[in-house]
C-alpha cells in the first residue's frame, strides 16, 4: 500500500501539539541533534512508519505500558526504545535549558546547585 501524499506534510504539522508523538519526536530530535532517519533507526522503523507514529497521541501516564504494548503491536516498533525517547522528552522539557532564548543562567544555576551539593556531601564525611 503507497502512503497518502499528504502523510510527510501533516506528520511535520503534528509537531505543533504536545499531546502528540510528532511533537514528541521533533523534540528529540532537536534536543539530540538527530535525524528523522536516525530516529527511525533507533525505533527500528521506516520513515513512512515514523510519519504515521507521529500522528498518535502520547501514551497516558496512567495506561503507559499498556499504550506502548498497543502502538507496538500496531507500528512494529520497539516498545522500550519508544518508552527511552519519550521519558527523554518528558525529562528535558522540564529542565531549565539555553533553548529558551534566555542567556542560560537558569541551566548553570541547576549545575552550580548540583556542584555544590556534591561539595556539601563530601565534606561532611
Known amino acids: 500500500m503507497t502512503n497518502p501524499k499528504w502523510l510527510e506534510v501533516v506528520a511535520r504539522h503534528s ?18 541533534g538527530k535525524s528523522a532517519e536516525a ?7 521506516s520513515l513512512e ?5 507521529s500522528l498518535c497521541r502520547r501514551p497516558d501516564e496512567d495506561r503507559f505500558a499498556e499504550h506502548l504494548d498497543i502502538i507496538e ?12 525517547v519519550l521519558r527523554t522528552v518528558e525529562v528535558l522539557d522540564v529542565l ?3 533553548r529558551e532564548g534566555g542567556d542560560g543562567e537558569g541551566a548553570a544555576s541547576f549545575l552550580l ?8 556531601d563530601e565534606t561532611s564525611s
Open 39 to 45: 530516529l527511525a533507526e533507533d525505533l527500528g522503523c
Open 96 to 98: 531549565p535549558a539555553e
Open 113 to 120: 546547585a548540583a556542584r555544590d551539593h556534591s561539595s556539601d
Open 73 to 84: 503491536k500496531r507500528f512494529a516498533v520497539e516498545a522500550h526504545r519508544l518508552a527511552d
Open 15 to 32: 509537531g505543533q501539539y504536545t499531546w502528540t508523538l510528532g511533537y514528541v519526536f521533533e523534540q528529540y530530535r532537536k534536543y539530540e
Open 49 to 53: 512508519t515514523l510519519d504515521w507514529l
